[in-house]
């Protein structure tokens, strides 16, 4: 691992022992852990590890340590997949492991600690819904990991995931432990009070406002630039006396020579030590962006005022509660729970384990947190239903489902909220706890502010979760199979207002060898832009199923949006695509053009003429632009979202996402998606994207058609034409059925309908297909009775059973009824020379 800062250290060393510090008989800061190492030793960690899947997925591999010489802890070096260690396990399940020494030793596929007395936790690595891994940290001791400890090792694995998926694009030869955590910010010291020598490394100087040519080594240094308000708090950490001091938090300000103010949070702690006198304090410094949280009721309630101004959704309340109320009142459980109807809903648990819970709990304990009637916890019901906040002292006899939250005192505060009460907040202590009278209205006065924002959050989530039902309903849920290609989409809403846009996109399968693949955006953020985005994706798919040519379907919906007189607009790009040949028809409506990534892995703006945004001019005119795709090409449809933004023009937008569909491999569509999205923080706008991966069709039908002449004998020559082309094809096995099927179709067609009628045979694989299309409209319908007086309705009865399957479907002009009867499967030796149409006079 890198030593963070280690250059610094050597030079504080050096002016410290120039100073006169040697000689003291003190220990040296020398022989403390470089600084990367001491921030993750402050975390309770001796070794930490990053293991990494294979390329063929079949094991984890130890590819980093830190410190680099951890050959003491015996860590393994391959894990196979299919064991049950405890990396194998958090990297499958997704989710943390804390292991206590009694613990770990159940694990056989776990090499034993030495002295069987190591705590171990397993995080697994993702980033982007990607399994990249699993951080295994070994502990320092047996006690396990604390809270803090827990939370500062789930943010570095954070950070390590996100350094393995950076390295994932852009390879780095660099360590990604030490990257990791030089992204944290952590600073860290190692402070010998008898001398006033100090060890600090690079990135706490940077955090006091210090450069290393001005830092000597020593304590007062360091400080320097600290207020003058917060000198004393610092000073007691500078000089500490054991055994009082062996632990402390705080948070200062320092005074940065640019002008600017830093909050910082310092925790240090003094090693055990021989002698009264503490020999070393060890303590690790971040920066903070919230309001410090003084030791004064005053403080408290302003840094809780605005730690939950800030909090929008329930669960950030709950961690500021957690915050604010934990470790400030010595509890040592914090439950926030809230009420809906007759059940309390728990938000948080602290500590979360179950075992630090009531029996009672744990048998309601199904998903993340336990849920149960509020019936069940009279205590509960009665400070519910009175609104007022109960303190029970040290020995009060409580029923099942309270008993062990607080033994020492339990503090019971309903919230508060526009005369209601929106949920209850659980304070408890395991030594005897007095509650002042300060503490009482301290505590008073949290519950309010807890319950007015725990109700803001409600009404957040509640919104956020409409729109984001919203957003789903209108978007499809899956996009369909292709046989000549595959298509993937993604969308992403914006990272402000109301999480629901007008974006939208849509596969439209037209028939069996051609699809149709639209992407549009309705002007604004909005659930009027969502309406207008699910009418117009609606009307889109229904004139393009209808079988009218393209830029008759965006010219349809460009009118019916100018009817539904609304003040937005829309801008859409529409593309049919025959699967067969790979011909494509674009239309533009005001939308970005299409991007084309050719199998060579260059790439293209196709250049389709463009026509007003949809909404604008009734009389608009929409034209085509004819492309031929090539097996293997990529079509991507974008929308402004991805490409545009406040600090990115849209001509840069464009080259980057044509750069990144440039070095994307296409073999996998989905990651492909993924990788063009890029930077998921840089999001004003809602984005939407349609990828399609031309792969051209293996298995090509066969076809063929004619053009029914109104004769008298016009049934019978279109058996004839139907016999020979059944001969040609090597099925005419099957040609009793299938001539009966033209008999009745081609019938029906003439007797029933006005103007051309078509005949169209496919062979696809052992399925005969017959397709008649007329001039009319309206579908063929089944009589509901048929008796022996019936003059008609038996034909369409006698062709639905004989086929596979039966069907009508509009087209332009009119309608196609068809049939697939099931043929015996012949080599398609002799079907070269089949036309593909027939036209002309009767056969």
């Given amino acids: 691992m890198p030593h963070d800062g280690g250059a610094r250290a050597g030079v504080s060393q050096l002016r410290a022992s120039q100073s006169g510090a040697t000689g003291t008989g003190s220990a040296s800061p020398a022989r403390a852990a470089v600084p990367g190492e001491r921030a993750l030793a402050f975390a309770g960690a001796a070794v930490v590890a990053v293991y990494a899947p294979s390329a063929g997925q079949e094991e984890l591999r130890l590819t980093e340590t830190a410190p680099r010489a951890a050959s003491q802890h015996g860590l393994p070096e391959r894990l196979p997949l299919t064991g049950g260690s405890p990396a194998v396990q958090a990297f499958r ?25 190591t705590s171990l936790a397993a995080l697994p690595l993702t980033a982007d819904g990607m399994r990249l891994g699993c951080l295994v940290v070994v502990g320092a001791s047996g006690d396990g990991f604390e809270a803090e400890q827990r939370r500062f090792l789930a943010r570095y694995a954070d950070a390590v995931a996100g350094m393995l998926r950076a390295d994932a694009d852009r390879p780095s030869t660099t360590s990604v432990l030490g990257r990791a955590l030089r992204s944290l910010g952590v600073g860290s010291f190692v402070l010998v009070p008898d001398t006033g020598v100090i060890d600090a490394d690079e990135t706490l100087l940077e955090l006091v406002g210090l450069t290393p040519e001005e830092f000597d080594g020593k304590a007062d240094s360091l400080i320097a630039n600290a207020l003058p308000e917060d ?166 006899a409580l029923e099942p489902g309270l008993a062990g939250v607080g033994a020492g005192g339990l503090a019971v505060m309903p919230l508060p909220a526009k005369g209601g009460i929106v949920g209850v907040c659980l304070v408890g202590w395991d030594q005897p706890h007095e509650f002042a009278t300060e503490e009482r209205s301290v505590l008073t006065a949290t519950a309010a502010l807890i319950g007015q924002a725990l109700e803001r959050a409600h009404a957040y989530d509640a919104e956020q979760e409409l729109a984001t039902l919203l957003q789903r309903s209108l978007l499809p849920r899956r996009l369909p199979e292709l046989p000549g290609g595959t298509a993937v989409a993604r969308y992403l809403p914006a ?95 005001g939308h970005l053009a299409p991007l084309l990534r050719q199998p060579d892995g260059t790439t293209r703006e196709v250049e389709v003429e463009g026509g007003l945004p949809l909404g604008v001019l009734a009389e608009a005119e929409f034209p085509m632009t004819a492309v031929a795709l090539t097996p293997g090409t990529v079509l991507a449809l974008v929308t402004d979202g991805l490409v545009e933004a406040a600090d990115l023009p849209l001509d840069e937008g464009m080259a980057r996402t044509r750069d990144a569909l440039a070095t994307a491999d296409p073999a996998d569509a989905g990651r492909m998606a993924d990788e063009l999205l890029g930077d998921a923080g840089r999001r004003e706008d809602d984005v939407a994207l349609l990828l399609l991966r031309y792969d051209g069709m293996t298995d090509r039908p066969i076809r063929t058609g004619w053009v029914v002449w109104r004769l008298p004998d016009a049934v019978m020559h279109a058996r004839r034409f139907t016999a020979r082309i059944l001969r040609r094809w090597q099925v005419a096995e099957a040609a009793d059925g299938v001539l009966l099927v033209v008999s009745e179709l081609v019938t029906n067609a003439l007797v029933h309908t006005q103007g051309p009628v078509r005949l169209d045979l496919i062979l696809r694989g052992d399925l005969v297909r017959v397709c008649v299309s007329d001039g009319s409209p309206r579908a063929p319908a089944k009589p509901v009775i048929v008796d022996w007086e019936s003059t008609g309705g038996r034909g369409l009865m006698l062709v639905e059973a004989m086929s596979e399957s039966f069907g009508s479907v509009p087209v332009a002009g009119g309608k196609q009824v068809w049939s697939e009867i099931r043929v015996p499967r012949r080599e398609p030796a002799a079907t070269a020379a089949t036309p593909r149409a027939w036209s002309g006079s009767p056969p």
Wanted: aromatic share 6%; with cysteine; proline share 7%.
């Fill in 231 to 396: 000198m004393h708090a610092l000073m007691s950490v500078l000089e500490p006396s054991a055994p009082a001091f062996a632990r402390r938090e705080l948070e200062f300000r320092v005074r940065c020579p640019t002008g600017e103010m830093r909050w910082l949070s310092l925790r240090c702690r003094v090693p055990a030590g021989p002698g009264d006198r503490p020999e070393q304090v060890l303590g690790v410094v971040t920066a903070t962006a919230v309001q410090r949280r003084g030791t004064d009721d005053v403080s408290r309630i302003q840094w809780l005022t605005a730690a939950l101004d800030d909090a929008t959704t329930v669960q950030d309340v709950g961690r500021v509660v957690v915050t604010a109320l934990r470790e400030p009142l010595a509890a040592d459980r914090v439950a926030l729970a809230e009420l809906r109807e007759d059940r309390l809903i728990v938000i948080v648990l602290d500590p979360p384990q179950p075992t630090a819970w009531p029996e009672i709990w744990r048998s309601e304990w199904r998903s993340e947190w336990p849920d149960a009637p509020v019936r069940a916890l009279p205590t509960l019901q009665l400070a519910l239903r009175d609104g007022r906040m109960d303190l029970w002292p040290a020995g009060t």
């Fill in 495 to 589: 990272r402000r207002g109301l999480q629901v846009g007008g974006d939208w996109y849509d596969v439209i399968v037209i028939s069996e060898d051609r699809v149709a693949l639209v992407i549009g955006d309705v002007q604004g953020h909005s659930a009027a832009a969502a309406t207008i985005m699910g009418q117009m994706r609606t009307a889109v798919r229904a004139y393009a199923v209808e079988g009218h040519p393209p830029d008759v379907v965006v010219s349809h919906a460009n009118r019916l949006l100018v009817g539904m007189e609304t003040d937005l607009f829309a801008t859409c790009c529409y593309v049919e695509l025959d699967l067969e040949e790979g011909n494509a028809l674009f239309v533009r409506a």
């Fill in 93 to 117: 399940t997704d989710r943390p492991l804390w292991l206590t020494p009694a613990a770990l030793a159940s694990y056989e596929d776990w090499p034993a600690a030495p002295g069987g007395r």
